[in-house]
């Protein structure tokens, strides 16, 4: 059975850092592209980076380049996604899913998502 859980989500100042983790089972992560999505209130949800299965290769959203950055450990089965110079318009409930790299549309399976809010 396929199954994602994110945690690392919080309650983060501006211009701080948060790393969210998300933890695979049912099946090994590095053969599938996965993506973070996150869907802020009132916004359709968008995809944020996404990692591709056999090659590594990796994806970012135009206002998240230079601040985010996808990455996977393998032998833990785990993607996370590093967060840093967080900003107000990042708060958003993020989700884990697969396959992550082709839009919102052709997800299969979404994690239950973690709330990050961007507040002083």
């Known amino acids: 059975q396929v199954q994602l859980v994110e945690s690392g989500g919080g309650l983060v100042q501006p211009g701080g850092s948060l790393r969210l983790s998300c933890a695979a089972s049912?099946?090994?992560?590095?053969?599938?592209?996965i993506g973070w999505f996150r869907q802020a209130p009132g916004k359709q949800r968008e995809g944020v980076p996404c990692i591709g299965g056999t090659d590594g290769s990796t994806f970012y959203l135009g206002s998240v380049k230079g601040r985010f950055t996808i990455s996977r450990d393998s032998a833990k089965n785990m993607v996370y996604l590093q967060m840093d110079g967080l900003k107000p318009e990042d708060t958003a409930v993020y989700y884990c899913a697969t396959p992550g790299c082709s839009g919102t549309h052709n997800v299969e399976y979404w994690g239950q998502g973690t709330q990050v809010t961007v507040s002083s």
């Open positions: 049912g099946f090994t992560l590095d053969k599938y592209a």
